[in-house]
């Protein structure tokens, strides 16, 4: 249980320092150190949830799964979900790279970016909110299977 935990809290840590990566304003001049940063943050939080995902998701599905037949179908749409998340977080990760290549070809002129910079900003953000919703579902479906008052049976 202190592992989940302690896995949970390192999966936090990472997810908002990606998020304070992202949400980092581009200091003129700055652009290859935040790009570096955010691929960085990115990759480290891709390895924790990565790891969040088999090791504690994917075991809540099962109990949820077993403890009520009922909820299969959240089941299934949930890792339908991290499998969508799982995509677009690679696509993300390709994005940045592409960005991190292009803003070696532009050098000084960084501000000619700042398009590419700001859909990376909003990819990301969008990404994150979206992970912390799956992450709420998962524990909002394990909780109703595991404590739902079923009534009496007659």
Known sequence: MTTTLN???TLQDTMQ???MAILAPVVSGELPA????????????AVDWTRQLHSVMH?????????????LPMVDKMIE?????????????????????????????ETKLAGRCKAIE??????????????????????????????TMD
């Open 7 to 9: 896995e949970q809290q």
């Open 34 to 45: 935040w790009i570096r940063n955010v691929e960085e943050s990115a990759a480290t939080f």
């Open 81 to 109: 979900t991290d499998q969508q998340l799982q995509e677009s977080f690679a696509r993300f990760h390709e994005e940045l790279h592409e960005l991190s290549r292009q803003g070696a070809e532009v050098g000084w002129q």
């Open 17 to 19: 320092r990606l998020e």
């Open 122 to 151: 909003e990819r990301g953000t969008r990404l994150i909110l979206q992970i912390k919703k799956q992450q709420a579902a998962a524990a909002t479906w394990l909780s109703e299977a595991v404590y739902r008052d079923r009534g």
């Open 59 to 71: 075991v809540q599905y099962r109990e949820i799964a077993k403890s009520d037949a009922e909820l």
